[in-house]
């Protein structure tokens, strides 16, 4: 099956109404185990990639990250081509209520043009190799002035065979409340979409915004490797 029709054919009522009610959600099965071994094998190439992140040289957690160079990938462009017209009417609806400005255009090929023009020339889907003790401290991914308020995390490895431990975690903080955590268990070749930054949230007054951040828990044991598709392009 083309990456198009399994797009296509997720539960995209039960994803929006998750995604309005936690700031994330679940895909379900999205790339078979043979797609996301070859995913996972590019890691270990030198090229195809435009550089390589040690999260401890940065304070970061511990574990690393590469960014792919373009081209992409066909399956990474592909997924970032066939998600965004999914995702844009919800980033739109969430901004209309936030009251915030920018609105996204139907086609992605657009939306990296006014990137570009503004300098976020530097592509930010990446791949994710973590071992044992390996983490990633909670953060967001902006990388510019212009920035798409979803992304797409797809765990490429198996859990309990591959690695333990290594949970996808996302932390929302409401106006005067505590942080709330949420822990989201996936399988192999399962997508999580997830706010980058902030979210409306109905409130007494009308929608107000909060913020989240996302990480990885420790490793474990074994190696996870995870594809970031992040829709807008880095300064």
């Given at each position: 099956m083309m990456i198009a029709d399994r797009v296509a054919g997720l539960d995209w009522a039960r994803?929006?109404?998750?995604?309005?009610?936690?700031?994330?959600?679940?895909?379900g099965p999205l790339l078979a185990a043979q797609d996301c071994a070859d995913l996972a094998a590019l890691y270990d190439r030198e090229d195809g990639f435009r550089s390589r992140v040690v999260m401890a040289r940065h304070g970061f957690g511990r574990g690393e990250y590469k960014y792919f160079a373009t081209p992409l990938p066909a399956p990474v462009a592909e997924l970032r081509r066939e998600f965004w017209p999914r995702l844009a009417p919800v980033a739109n609806r969430w901004n209309a209520?936030?009251?915030?400005?920018?609105?996204?255009?139907?086609?992605?090929?657009?939306?990296?043009?006014?990137?570009?023009a503004a300098g976020q020339t530097r592509p930010t889907p990446l791949l994710l190799r973590y071992e044992a003790g390996d983490y990633n401290c909670l953060h967001q991914d902006l990388y510019g002035e212009h920035v798409f308020p979803l992304q797409?995390?797809?765990?490429?490895?198996?859990?309990?065979?591959?690695?333990?431990?290594?949970?996808?975690?996302?932390?929302?903080?409401?106006?005067?409340?505590q942080s709330r955590?949420?822990?989201?268990?996936?399988?192999?070749?399962?997508?999580?979409?997830?706010?980058?930054?902030?979210?409306?949230?109905?409130?007494?007054?009308?929608?107000y915004r909060v913020n989240l951040r996302h990480g990885v828990s420790r490793l474990r044991s074994g190696r996870r490797h995870t594809l970031g598709v992040i829709f807008h392009d880095a300064a």
């Open positions: 994803i929006e109404a998750e995604l309005d009610a936690f700031g994330c959600a679940t895909t209520a936030m009251g915030l400005a920018p609105r996204f255009p139907a086609r992605h090929a657009d939306f990296l043009a006014r990137c570009h797409v995390a797809i765990l490429l490895s198996s859990p309990a065979r591959d690695f333990t431990g290594g949970e996808f975690v996302l932390t929302e903080q409401r106006p005067r409340m955590a949420e822990v989201v268990p996936l399988t192999q070749g399962e997508g999580v979409i997830f706010a980058v930054h902030h979210r409306p949230v109905a409130g007494t007054r009308g929608s």
